[in-house]
């Protein structure tokens, strides 16, 4: 820049020598100290403005003047470059601090609890078989939860399970959606062809294969006729059609109060295929629950009469088709809220 006036050329050396610092020093505070040494109040450019407006003979004031315009727009272009670079700077600096750091990781779409899944999947299994769903309470009596069932007060059967009491001793957390059987068993007239499906409470100690809240499926057919190999081939086809065509089934005699007779299915251990392992507790299949024909008193007791009436059912455990169906070994993962097992489509 070409500057006549001496106070000028000498003010603009000076901001020059200063400016050459200004990369080094890059920051808000030094940019306004700046301008406030040059065009401030008492500012090198003011002060010089001042002195010569005051001592510059008439005819000279024109051209200072507009030297001293020119210059001062430059010195405040460059401040204001420099700050507008700072800002830049600062944006950058903030964005890759900070808002990458709130960035949303991944999209994720949620997914219905494999329990729920598994309960929807089988439930449309029996709805393609004529089949109706009903709920019911999970606070329940002893005479529904158990007498109804064929185990009068007495039975021994009762030491099978040991149940959480809320009232001693009438009032109890349903140990087995078999309650919700006693009260379809009563409420509908046959023929019926109802599942259940319903979360239990027992008193037993948590482990890989056990808790103490789980969730079973419960069956119940009643019509003139019934049959074994009708009961055979309805647990059966839910299986190979909810695991799979190659899933091994196998049954065995059992005793249970409510059917005679009894029989429960178990499926060949999808951990270690019978080889034995501690899911199956080394025994290569794993208990899938209790069926039967139903005992007479049971329908006797629900209003039906057993000489025109016949039945079938079965309570399976839930939880366990959902562990073989999505290759879960551990029964507690399924009430952890992990989300590491996502239903298969
Ligand atoms: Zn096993």
Redesign the pocket.
């Known amino acids: 820049m070409d500057i006549k006036n001496l106070e000028l050329r000498k003010a603009y050396q000076k901001f020059l020598d200063d400016y050459s610092q200004v990369n080094q020093n890059l920051s808000e505070s030094f940019l306004t100290e700046l301008w406030r040494k040059y065009l401030g109040k008492n500012g090198v450019l003011t002060v010089v403005f001042r002195r010569q407006m005051s001592t510059l003979p008439k005819q000279e004031k024109k051209d200072f003047g507009i030297e001293f315009n020119l210059l001062k727009d430059f010195v405040q272009s460059l401040i204001q470059t420099k700050k507008e670079d700072l800002i830049g700077i600062e944006q950058k600096d903030y964005n890759s601090k900070v808002l990458v750091e709130f960035k949303v990781p991944e999209f994720k779409i949620g997914h219905f609890h494999p329990l729920t899944q598994t309960i929807r999947d089988i439930n449309n299994i029996f709805r393609s078989l004529g089949y109706s769903i009903v709920d019911g309470p999970e606070i329940e009596t002893d005479e529904y939860c158990f007498q109804r069932m064929n185990l009068p007060l007495d039975h021994p059967a009762r030491d099978l399970q040991d149940s959480i009491y809320i009232s001693e001793p009438d009032i109890l957390l349903r140990t087995q959606t078999s309650s919700i059987e006693a009260h379809v068993l009563e409420d509908f007239k046959p023929p019926m062809k109802i599942v259940m499906p319903g979360r239990v409470y027992r008193n037993e100690k948590v482990n890989k294969s056990n808790h103490f809240t789980f969730h079973q499926y419960q069956m119940t057919t009643v019509q003139e006729k019934v049959s074994m190999a009708e009961l055979f081939s309805i647990i059966n086809y839910l299986f190979k059609t909810y695991l799979g065509e190659d899933t091994v089934v196998r049954f065995r005699c059992k005793y249970y109060p409510e059917v005679e007779p009894g029989l429960g299915p178990d499926i060949q ?12 507790k ?3 299949w ?1 208990e899938m629950g209790g069926a039967g024909i139903r005992h007479p008193n049971v329908l006797r007791m629900a209003g039906i009469d057993p000489e025109k009436w016949q039945g079938y059912a079965f309570g399976l455990g839930l939880d366990r088709l959902a562990m073989a169906k999505h290759g879960i070994t551990d029964i507690r993962t399924l009430l952890s809220g992990s989300l590491v097992y996502k239903p298969k489509a």
């Open positions: 251990c999808f951990n270690c295929k019978e080889r034995g392992c501690a899911l199956c080394g025994r290569g794993i």
